[in-house]
């Protein structure tokens, strides 16, 4: 059974950073591509992030670029998203998500709030 498991968002004011985490486990991990996803109040959701299978490239979407990192250990199942300079439209929960078998897979989310 994949089970995805999120961590690491909290309250944080407007430039400020979050390290959010992912613990991978029920599937060969590094045999995936993995996502970050978000989903804001009121909003649909909203792909942030991609990582290959070996962290050789990543993605992301343009308001995030530069401000974002996505990375992965593959012996520890874990991905990571760095986020830096944070904004109040940065406010979402956010998902770890694998796509696997033509169907996706979710962790429980992780709430970030960038405030004052």
């Known amino acids: 059974e994949v089970q995805l498991v999120e961590s690491g968002g909290g309250l944080v004011q407007p430039g400020g950073s979050l390290r959010l985490s992912c613990a991978a486990s029920?599937?060969?991990?590094?045999?995936?591509?993995m996502n970050w996803v978000r989903q804001a109040p009121g909003k649909g959701l909203e792909w942030v992030s991609q990582i290959t299978w070996d962290g050789g490239s990543t993605n992301y979407t343009d308001s995030v670029k530069g401000r974002f990192t996505i990375s992965r250990d593959n012996p520890k199942n874990m991905v990571y998203l760095q986020m830096n300079s944070l904004k109040p439209e940065d406010t979402a929960v956010y998902y770890c998500?694998?796509?696997?078998?033509?169907?996706?897979?979710w962790g429980q989310g992780t709430q970030v709030t960038v405030s004052s």
């Open positions: 029920g599937f060969a991990f590094d045999d995936y591509a």
């Open positions: 998500n694998l796509q696997r078998w033509g169907l996706m897979n």
